[in-house]
């Protein structure tokens, strides 16, 4: 590697770090909001989400200067490609943080439905899904990425319970079905916070190995 492409590829590292700092903090604090009542994080969720988005795209501007200046091949293709696609998801990430923030605002406003203990459950491993595939991508740890891939099937039962209870609830109590219906929209938004950690831990796969790995049973 010249040492120009090793200065840009530092760069980029350090870029991809912080905004994986910003995702992750904004995800913990949505959910610290809505399991707590917090007003307090959830704004700070929503009004952060303008700084995530900054970075992504001055993220995405240098791994594009990087392959139109230096064409880097091999490895360096692939954490250059990698990156791009990892970026997009943090940047999503944010997004399905906010709109979370934004369903607990409601829950505080009115007279919240209590939290099921599936959608507690729910929003524990989706995090500890996030912290393990930045971990691995951060320490190109393909083992810690594999069963990253392996816990999303676990999130995906759970957010199908919450549908069940949900369910059972709008029969007891069809005057509260407006409330239950927010606890639908967090179990969506949390399932897809777990998608995207899956597809981060998929990328590390790709970036280490040149495996593509996505939509195959082959990670197992």
Known sequence: MNRHL???????KQSLLRISAMAEEAVKKSVFALTNHNLEYALEVIKNDELIDHEEVI???NCLKVLALHQPVAMDLRYIVSTLKINNDLERIGDLAVNIAKLAVRQIERSPAEIPAGITSMAKIVQDMLKSSLD????MNTK???KVCQADEEVDILHKDTFG???KKIRRNPEQ???FLILIGISRYLERI???ATNIAEDVIYMVEGEISRHSNSIF
């Not at 090793?6 to 980029?12: G, K, N």
């Not at 691995?136 to 320490?139: G, S």
């Open 6 to 12: 090793f200065h840009e590829i530092e760069l980029i």
């Open 165 to 167: 209870y949900v369910e």
């Open 144 to 146: 810690k990425a594999r």
């Open 177 to 179: 079905t407006g409330d």
């Open 136 to 139: 691995a991508m951060v320490k």
């Open 59 to 61: 993220l995405e501007e």
């Open 194 to 196: 777990a998608d995207h």
